[in-house]
């Protein structure tokens, strides 16, 4: 199987490891830059990496304003935030943020969780990957089995992402039925599915509740 292409914004601190070096041994194709300036300039070319690490703690820096500036020119493109550990994660715009230290087989192991292709039918949203087929989703260092029915539920509101989908079309679509006069379960698919995304289920930032009216994916 060919090896994906990446993007690696990494510096040269004597502190912190660089990865660069141990992914290509791996397989990857690398293009290597020091700056999240020079990695906009190779976005804004022909060059189409598969995903970006943001090697925030080679660059003394949070990482914060190149992810978002990764995030503006390729909405699609996962993006792998490393930070120090003396760092918290502020950052909305990184699909998985790890905190070193940790070694090169993880990274390379979270780089093929964001890795799109696995399967022909695969969804995203922000940080949450969904494939179809293999009735799992990926979201940050989440990673879950989905039964059929909540394959279908994280797919209507994938594809109405942002959007207030009310209850009873909720229900419909995923339950393909026309009886809608009790949703309780569809309450309980929601619970679970936050089960799967949610850092905090009790406070999901992905699936939200608009109270009296249905819910909304924001991601």
């Not at 993006?79 to 990184?94: K, M, S, V």
């Not at 922000?126 to 179809?132: E, F, Q, S, Y």
């Not at 026309?178 to 089960?195: A, E, K």
Request: contains cysteine; glycine residues 6%; aromatic residues 6%.
């Amino acid at each position: 199987m060919n090896k994906a292409t990446l993007l690696i914004i990494e510096g040269k601190h004597a502190d912190y490891p660089g990865f660069a070096p141990a992914l290509r041994k791996k397989g990857f194709t690398v293009e290597l830059v020091s700056s999240g300036s020079e990695a906009i300039k190779c976005l804004a070319g022909d060059f189409c990496p598969d995903a970006a690490i943001v090697n925030a703690a080679t660059l003394r820096t949070s990482g914060k304003r190149i992810c978002q500036s990764l995030r503006e020119k390729g909405k699609d493109l996962p993006i792998l935030l490393i930070l120090d550990p003396d760092r918290q994660f502020e950052n909305g715009d990184a699909d998985v943020v790890l905190t070193l230290p940790f070694t090169a087989q993880k990274l390379v192991n979270r780089i093929h969780h964001l890795l799109p292709g696995e399967s022909n039918n695969s969804l995203h949203a922000g940080p949450i990957r969904l494939d179809v087929e293999k009735r799992v989703v990926t979201c940050q260092e989440k990673r879950a089995r989905l039964t059929p029915r909540l394959v279908r539920l994280l797919t209507v509101l994938i594809e109405r992402r942002g959007e207030v989908v009310e209850r009873k079309s909720l229900f419909s679509q995923v339950w393909e039925t026309d009886y809608t006069d009790d949703t309780r379960t569809l309450d309980v698919h929601i619970s679970w599915l936050r089960q799967a995304l949610e850092d905090d289920p009790n406070q999901p930032r992905y699936v939200k509740t608009v109270r009296g009216v249905g819910y909304r994916l924001d991601a």
